[in-house]
């Protein structure tokens, strides 16, 4: 509006810790950004489950929060290269009745993925270390 810039910063993650969604908006209204947002895409499996108690670990938790203020900067500096006029609008609307898969049925299903990895690797190291074992014999005999 009236050629103020806005940015809408989406990180692959889970919840943000205090203080770091100020810090990266901060850094982006230095560059002439107005107006943003941070969203997270809150899935809990991009980052698997860790040994913490809340089983992940919250963006800006582990990572350098200048670093990926850096990286954010670097991304808003060549979208800044190529914007656009746009038209822009939103709706409300509230659907009822609506059933979600909660938080416990979405963490059960990613430690159920990574169980079955975990097996997998266990039954598969062993095959493929015989069927290598084979083939060298193989090879020797001939």
């Given at each position: ?12 993650g889970?919840?943000?810790v ?18 943003g ?30 670093k ?9 500096a ?30 059960k ?27 060298v ?6």
């Open positions: 509006i009236n050629n103020e810039k806005a940015a809408y910063v989406i990180i692959d889970n919840n943000m205090p203080g770091l969604r100020e810090k990266i908006l901060k850094a982006l209204n230095s560059m002439g950004i107005k107006d947002e941070i969203f997270t895409t809150d899935t809990h499996c991009v980052n698997a489950l860790t040994l913490s108690r809340r089983g992940y670990h919250p963006i800006g938790e582990v990572i350098d929060h200048e990926l203020i850096e990286y954010i900067q670097s991304a808003a060549v979208a800044m290269t190529d914007l656009q006029p746009v038209k822009i609008g939103f709706r409300k609307a509230s659907i009822s009745k609506l059933r979600v898969i909660g938080r416990n049925a979405l963490e299903l990613c430690l159920l993925t990574d169980e079955a990895f975990q097996t997998a690797k266990k039954v598969l190291i062993p095959i493929f270390s015989f069927t290598a074992f084979l083939l014999t193989l090879i020797l005999i001939m």
